[in-house]
């Protein structure tokens, strides 16, 4: 059974930071690749930030490009996404997601993917 487990979500004020976690069990990350979704109520899901299974390469949405950063440190199965200069509108859950093979990061961001966390809220307000 395949699992990922997100963390790292909260309350912070606009300007701050977090840093999501995002732990996955049952499988080594190797042959995935990796990508960062968010939720807010009467919008459609948001691929944030996704990064391939092979080279590493990433791709960001235009909404937090500059401000996000998507990594993964696979022999500890984890991925994270560092967010700092938070904006309200950048409140939702955030869900971690993988999808086995190598895919462009862009393309991940945008197709279905085959395995998902529950997610983690992220709320920006002051």
């Known amino acids: 059974q395949v699992q990922l487990v997100e963390s790292g979500g909260g309350l912070v004020q606009p300007g701050g930071s977090l840093r999501l976690s995002c732990k996955a069990s049952a499988f080594s990350l190797h042959y995935y690749g990796i990508g960062w979704f968010r939720q807010v109520p009467g919008h459609e899901r948001e691929g944030v930030s996704c990064?391939?299974?092979?080279?590493?390469?990433?791709f960001y949405a235009d909404s937090v490009k500059g401000r996000v950063t998507i990594s993964r440190d696979n022999a500890k199965k984890t991925a994270y996404l560092q967010m700092s200069g938070l904006k309200p509108e950048d409140t939702g859950v955030y869900y971690c997601?993988?999808?086995?093979?190598?895919?462009?990061?862009?393309?991940?961001?945008?197709?279905?993917?085959?395995?998902w966390g529950k997610g983690t809220l992220v709320t920006v307000s002051s």
């Open positions: 990064i391939s299974s092979s080279d590493g390469s990433t």
């Open positions: 997601a993988t999808r086995m093979g190598w895919y462009s990061p862009k393309d991940l961001c945008y197709h279905d993917m085959d395995y």
